[in-house]
């Protein structure tokens, strides 16, 4: 990463990812200047001065002023969103792609194919399918000359990045990534579900109910969330840890990406038990969405649930969290494992999650703004991110502690 430093904006920057990106970016020297958007002017005043940076700018906007937010794009080199719905990240693109503004986003959603269920108020134009809206955006970009770089934190983002490279290598036909941020073990037990609120829980909630889909004997399958379970060890990195992971719809892009698989789904790690409460959940109606009426209201259980359990999974002081991957691509000849098992940040107070996340996103930005990602439209990470450009990722997380092991065997036919 050489040449002179960016200016790169944030939108969510006074969030948990947003305002981590922001850090990552003034404390390793990623950008000469720096913008956090949001709408809560004494929330970007307290983060910035939490970053303690001159080249920290607080923007008090809403984004869905897009005039105002287009004028604010076109000051910086790359833009990275951090907006936790889609209905907010969708409308960002459109202005960013507007604004003729490279974009990094972190959302766990491929835009080029939008997922149909549960839109979070997603704004599709009238006559346009999901699929082909994601399209044209796409087309939009590319005509633009500027590059959506989609997915990009921890999971999606590295978890596609790895798998890429570990599919690359190893020629695989079939590949399964496993990736997950859990409480470490004292604070899991201070907290129901084993769980411990490091992002949207109710984007999380989300991704336990729609159906996902994954590649299935070659094919493309739908199956429910939080199906395919499996119990494993995890004896890499230092650790020796019994958890258990399910489908999840975390890594959509590599459907169309790497269509040519023969088996291939994303599942995310928990603690066992969790899933088993998950169920219980689901069986009493309680992450549904479809209102009931009750006391005279009609009210969505899911929004019920939300209200009660958020402040009882919050982190509280001394709480610590871990961000876990391990992913197998494996074809005829070899497989490729990759392991990572992430820790907080003690010196910063950054969670496991936003450092993690946020390493990724702020140093594909940077990558972004010098000119080495070379494709255009809305791009995947698995796409962008290999070569000299993955060696230059893997380069700089290991500088901030963030290690991925990778192992190659050969299988004996």
Not at 234 to 254: K, Y
Not at 269 to 280: F, K
Not at 318 to 347: F, I, L, P
Request: net charge negative; hydrophobic share 40%.
């Amino acid at each position: 990463m050489t040449g002179n430093s960016p200016s790169i904006l944030i939108f969510g920057g006074a969030g948990r990812i947003g305002s981590a990106v922001a850090w990552d970016l003034a404390a390793k020297g990623g950008a000469d200047k720096i913008g956090i958007v949001g709408r809560s002017r004494s929330s970007l005043e307290k983060i910035k001065s939490w970053i303690g940076s001159e080249k920290v700018t607080a923007h008090f906007l809403d984004i869905s002023d897009a005039r105002r937010a287009r004028a604010l794009m076109q000051e910086y080199d790359v833009g990275v969103i951090t907006l936790p719905d889609r209905r907010s990240s969708y409308r960002t693109l459109e202005t960013a792609i507007g604004a003729g503004l490279d974009v990094v986003d972190i959302l766990e959603e491929y835009h080029r194919r939008p997922d149909p269920y549960e839109r979070e108020g997603m704004e599709v134009p009238a006559g346009m399918s999901a699929e082909e809206y994601g399209e044209s955006l796409h087309r939009r970009a590319e005509d633009a000359g500027i590059t959506l770089l989609d997915g990009m934190g921890f999971a999606p983002g590295l978890s596609n990045v790895t798998l890429g490279q570990a599919i690359r290598q190893v020629k695989a036909d079939s590949a399964v990534a496993r990736v997950g941020g859990i409480p470490d073990h004292e604070s899991a037990a201070r907290h129901p579900l084993q769980y411990m609120i490091t992002w949207s829980f109710e984007h999380v909630l989300r991704e336990y109910m729609v159906d996902v889909r994954i590649m299935e004997e070659g094919r493309l399958a739908e199956v429910k969330a939080t199906s395919g379970r499996e119990s494993f060890r995890f004896a890499e990195c230092g650790v020796d840890e019994m958890l258990e992971c399910a489908i999840t719809p975390g890594m959509p892009s590599f459907l169309f990406t790497r269509s040519h698989l023969q088996s291939f789904a994303e599942k995310t790690i928990r603690w066992p038990g969790h899933w088993q409460a998950i169920d219980t959940l689901k069986d009493c109606g309680l992450l549904d969405i479809d209102p009931i009426s009750f006391c005279g209201q009609e009210v969505r259980p899911r929004d019920f649930f939300l209200r009660m359990i958020e402040p009882r999974l919050l982190p509280q002081p001394g709480d610590m969290d871990v961000c876990v991957m391990w992913n197998t691509a494996w074809g005829s000849k070899a497989r490729s494992d990759c392991y990572m098992w992430a820790g907080a940040d003690a010196q910063s107070g950054l969670s496991a999650m936003a450092r993690v996340t946020a390493s990724c996103a702020a140093v594909a930005a940077r990558l972004l703004a010098g000119g080495v990602i070379e494709e255009k439209g809305i791009v995947a990470p698995e796409d962008a991110i290999k070569g000299e450009v993955y060696a230059s990722l893997m380069k700089e997380l290991e500088k901030r502690g963030i290690a991925v092991v990778e192992k190659v065997e050969r299988i004996e036919n």
